[in-house]
């Protein structure tokens, strides 16, 4: 009796064993993506196509899977933001354009990745830049700030409201302005009412930071910003302490939900406009502020790493690291961007940049990192940050599949299987195609080269053809030489666009 009461103790342990291991081997990882504003295909060294050094990224780039072939939607920020959250192409958006000041542009009844994760039991949170617009018409930000991101999925959002060059320059805390006085209420708008305040068109002689083109409304620590903004002294944010200040939101986020399973959309400021380093990275990296807030990003990633690692639950989190569009350098102030970039190339070499059709205003650093289950490795494969929302329902088992997106998840994560065949690019509403090598870009109205910031469009009058294979940087227009290519291009392209697109006089090709 004896005996057999001890076998089936015995047995009953093995199999309580059995199940917690397959329950803990089924759990769903946590997923950190970590997003970062205008940061460029050579800001990165693991891409090593620049001089900056950025270890911490390298580190994740070395040790996970790095794709040269990653795109951003969009060579903007709000359409990009868009289409990572929604897995839908932005253009089929009239909304999902850059936002200043606007209301959200993503619907509530719209299915988006915090939602599909959530249904999955995850925990969700953002904290950083949102840029996604809030509210419905105008925004009262004395009250309730609504809908905004936790009504389209998250549980938590600590958040700017657009950028930093933006008014309000304030936090918002699941919809309230953090430290906001009642006795001192926040009035905004973007309408030319300077309340009779000082703005940086007026009193350039209060400014810190010089304007250089936009930007010279509302002066808020000395920095010049798009839009006016009245009150709300207590509430104003502290440039030079916003990496620190976003780090620790999301550190706190991590260990308060290290026990649940969690999403965290870590949405950077770095190194968009206005670049406001803290002291301790000034000067570091020889570039100026540009290159000083990306050495300052790169910090900030190796301490949320470290946070994961010190809570035991990196094994357990898939991390992606991106960029929502290609690399700008004058953005609108003089910060030296230009004078000191040196022989740092942050596009990589690729033509354009951000706002641009060229492959540099899409084409950005993009990194998939799993310690014990992604092997470090490199992909050629084309995958676009759309894929991001069927690639992770595919991984925590959810049925929800955007329509755009394809599940590349045994891409991110075994390095196996296909990337994708073709891609619409997109850049402030005008649209290109990728297929495999070639790209095409149709004709557009506009000029060349946008002056002010120094980048070329990817306006032309004539189609352009590239072959990225033989010419990477595409510097040879091929859509005279092969028009049975063009056609075969534009026919696709069509396919998936539809015909109707703005600026584009002849689409026919006799
Ligand atoms: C532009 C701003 C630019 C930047 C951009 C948004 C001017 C002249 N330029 O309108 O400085 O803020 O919007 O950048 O105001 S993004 O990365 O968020 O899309
Ligand atoms: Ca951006």
Redesign the pocket.
Known sequence: MKTKLIKYFLLFTFLICCKSEKIASKKNPNIVIIYL??LGYGDVSAYKNGLLKTPNIDKLANEGLKFYNGYSSSA???PSRYALLTGTYPWRNPRAK?I?GGSLIIDTLEMTLPKMLKEKGYKTGIVGKW?LGLGIDKIDYNKIIYPGPNEIGFDYSYIMA??Q??VPSAYIEDGKVVNLDPNDPIEVNFNNNDYGLPTGLKNPELTSMKWH???NGSIVNGVPR?GFMKGGIKARWSDIDMADHFLKKAEEYIVKNKEETFFLYYSLQQP??PRTPHPRFEGKSGMGPRGDVIIEADWCIGELYKTLESQGILKNTLIILSS??GPVLN??YFDNAVEMIGDHNPSGGLRGG?YSLFEAGTRVPFITYWKGKINSGVSNEIISQLDLFNSISEIVDSEFKSNDGLNLSNLIINNQGKGRDELILEATTRTAYRNKNWVMIPPYNGQKINK?VNIELGNSKNFMLFNLDEDPFQDNNLAKKEPEKLKQMLSDFIKIRGGKFSNIKDLKLE
Do not use: A, L, P, Q
């Open positions: 504003d205008d903007t920020c709000s850059i200043t840029h657009d950028t060059d933006r083109h936009g930007h798009i968009h406009v929502d569009n953005d609108g951000k002010n």
